[in-house]
């Protein structure tokens, strides 16, 4: 492991480390990961560099070692700076976040100069409840899209060892906190908030690399597409596909992320009214809380075991302080 890939160093910077403090020579992390974010924004993280991001501040590259071990460490840093631009709630110090409550937009993080959500996704202090966990879900989703717009390369550098700061461990709290009280399962809850912010950053990683094929050709999506007739020809053998070109499927297409976005929460509806269904069949048990299901005859048991029963009436026949009642 190299040093800019050590991940207890990469946790210190983001938790613990004053961002605003400034050295002898007027460098601070948060002025590193500033101009970084503002370098990836205009061209792309590919031209990220130590030595760019130091020419950017007037200082050589390797002066920036002091503060930041090296690019691999630098972009975590960047991804939870720029996660702060939407978060709903306030970093009061390293590490330290105030929710504010779900849904409930407030300024950027405070205690830290730094430039700006893994997506908003925001901070939550409660559920949205079991009637508006969906929209409350698809607002998380929306915003999250809108970052990644704003910064293109966002959606491209979350690896699976990617280190989170505390903006992004808010944003995924507000997250996993819409769908609270809808009768997931927590690992249900975490799996439902991962396939919607992978969808997010999929959708995200194709509209930036169209823009970027777009800028760099100066020739439109449509354009490009439009013109190629020769391909066209050849596609006449594929009775299906010409069947649904014919058709005017391809006249007026579906948009992607709105299309994804509503067939991705219509499946997780699914499993929640599934999930609310069950609940309706399972009790527990009103001794040890173990569950209970139905009868066979349909009517709840109140008891898992004839143990929980006897012990339940001799609770009945006793009364405060373990008395017996006359």
């Not at 205690?111 to 929209?135: F, K, M, N, T, V």
Request: glycine residues 14%.
């Amino acid at each position: 492991m190299t040093a800019q890939e050590d991940p207890d160093r990469t946790v210190e910077l983001l938790w613990r480390e004053p961002w605003d403090a400034t050295s002898r020579q007027g460098l601070s992390i948060g002025a590193i990961v500033r101009a970084a974010v503002e370098i990836a924004d205009a061209e792309g993280i590919e031209a990220l560099s130590m030595r760019r991001v130091g020419e950017r501040l007037g200082f050589t590259g390797m002066s920036l070692y002091r503060h930041v071990r090296g690019k691999t460490q630098l972009v975590d840093l960047m991804c939870d700076a720029v996660l702060g631009e939407t978060v709903t709630g306030t970093v009061t110090g390293a590490g330290t976040v105030t929710v504010t409550g779900a849904g409930a937009e407030t300024e950027s993080p405070a205690g830290r100069s730094r430039p700006g959500d893994p997506g908003d996704p925001g901070g939550s202090g409660g559920s949205a409840g079991p009637g508006g966990w969906r929209e409350a879900l698809e607002a998380w989703a929306r915003r999250y899209r809108a970052l990644c717009h704003r910064h293109p390369w966002l959606a491209g550098v979350h690896g699976t060892r990617y280190v989170p700061g505390p903006n992004s461990v808010a944003g995924f709290e507000h997250a996993l906190a819409t769908v609270a009280g809808t009768g997931l399962s927590p690992a249900e809850m975490v799996a439902v908030v991962g396939l919607v912010g992978r969808f997010v950053e999929g959708e995200a990683l194709r509209e930036a690399e169209v823009a970027r094929i777009e800028r760099r050709t100066e020739v439109s999506e449509q354009d490009w597409w439009g013109a190629r007739e020769s391909l066209f020809a050849e596609l006449s053998r594929y009775p299906t596909l010409t069947a649904v070109w014919e058709a005017g499927g391809y006249d007026e297409p579906e948009d992607p992320f709105e299309f994804g976005l509503r067939r991705v929460l219509d499946g997780i509806e699914v499993l929640v009214r599934q999930r609310d269904e069950r609940r309706d069949e399972i009790a527990s048990c009103v001794v040890c809380g173990a569950t209970v299901d139905r009868s066979g005859t349909g009517r709840p048991r109140a008891y898992c075991s004839r143990g929980c029963q006897q012990r339940a009436y001799r609770r009945r026949r006793s009364g405060p302080q373990g008395g017996i009642r006359q």
